[in-house]
């Protein structure tokens, strides 16, 4: 007889299919009247159950019906490679070679990227009452568009890098700042994912925008808007929301939200979805440690927001705002004018 734990570990590495094709487990299993599978089986079936009937679910799907993360995980791992061949590609990679690693790369990761959109498409089809085939089939068409843009999203990327190196003395190179900076991981994912999302497969992008997030701690909605040679420093703690407009050449510190002042209630009783609610940040803003800017409020052309500031009204062009002049706004005194 195996020792329990081998038995287990058996058990876990056992063939989906086999698993599939057992059932429930047989109480001639020690392991199933040991743990009482049956009652535990049961009452996560009618769990299930309760669940997908609460959210008008009750037909199956058949087959898989969300994207997977790891398969984008792999797709946008590809996709970094081909993006920046020399540096997020494999270590024994020749330039002579770039070219040739490039095309197999993309290939590889858009032939995987389309079975992730048609999954989405059909999704949004299934809820909407629509044709699920006709929507599979815009999935190639997508991909293509998708894929057509890689080009711009690499320019706008190399801003982003050499914000990055301008704005941090202890940068030695732009090939430090791919290969270790936090922030511009993130800044990848969301160039990725804000494309995605543009696209019409906003589930997608959410979770390559996600990938980033867990890594990093950085958390940019992918339908934000930010524009060129963006730079956040450190990172961990940066929270952007989804309908914040963030301009040129702005560079964002460690724990800085943009975040929203209050939720619109809908018809329905729910939060109305969609509507402008984050802040929009002009060119040339810089946004200090620990800063949180609330509300559809406007930080203008080369304001300064300093560290720890809680902000929820508009400032002009070039303001200095420190905890210091809100206070004496506030109290009346005369300060440094926001």
């Known amino acids: 007889m195996s020792a329990p734990g081998v038995l287990q570990e058996e058990r876990l590495s056992a063939p989906l299919a086999d698993i599939a094709g057992r059932g429930a487990p047989d109480v001639a299993d020690p392991g199933a009247e040991h743990w009482d599978l049956h009652e535990v089986v049961a009452g996560l079936h009618a769990v299930r159950d309760r ?5 008008g679910r009750t037909k199956e799907a058949g087959g898989r019906e969300f994207p997977s993360r790891e398969a984008l995980a792999r797709v946008v791992e590809q996709l970094c490679g081909a993006l920046f061949p020399m540096r997020l590609g494999p270590t024994d990679l020749r330039q002579e070679c770039e070219d040739f690693y490039v095309g197999h790369t993309l290939d590889a990761a858009l032939n995987l990227l389309v079975e992730q959109v048609r999954l989405e498409l ?17 999935a190639a068409g997508l991909v293509r568009a998708f894929a057509g843009t890689l ?17 941090d003395p202890a940068a030695r190179s732009v090939d430090e700042i791919v290969l270790c900076y936090p922030g511009i991981h993130a800044v990848i994912h ?18 390559v925008a996600e ?9 940019i909605h992918p339908g934000a808007q930010i524009g060129h040679s963006f730079f956040i420093d ?7 929301g989804e309908t914040a407009v963030i301009g040129n050449r702005v560079r964002l510190y460690q724990a800085v939200t943009l975040g929203a002042k209050r939720f619109e209630v809908g018809e329905d009783g729910g939060l109305a979805k969609g509507l402008p609610r984050h802040p929009r940040l002009e060119d040339d803003v810089v946004v200090y440690a620990g800063a949180t800017i609330l509300g559809r409020i406007v930080i203008g052309q080369g304001a300064s927001i300093g560290g720890n500031v809680w902000l929820t009204h ?9 905890q210091a002049s809100l206070q004496h706004a506030e ?8």
């Open 51 to 55: 669940w997908r009937q609460a959210q």
């Open 122 to 138: 059909a999704y949004q089809a299934r809820h909407a009452g629509e044709d699920e085939a006709l929507a599979r089939g815009r």
């Open 151 to 167: 080009p711009e999203i690499r320019a706008v990327l190399d801003t982003d890098v050499e914000a990055a190196f301008r704005g």
């Open 190 to 207: 969301y160039r990725i994912a804000h494309r995605l999302y543009e696209l019409g497969v906003p589930l997608l992008a959410r979770i």
């Open 211 to 219: 990938l980033a997030h867990s890594a990093t701690g950085i958390d």
């Open 234 to 240: 450190h990172g961990t703690g940066v929270v952007i």
């Open 314 to 322: 508009s400032v002009p062009p070039g303001s200095h705002i420190t």
């Open 331 to 338: 109290s009346g005194k005369p300060g440094r004018a926001p």
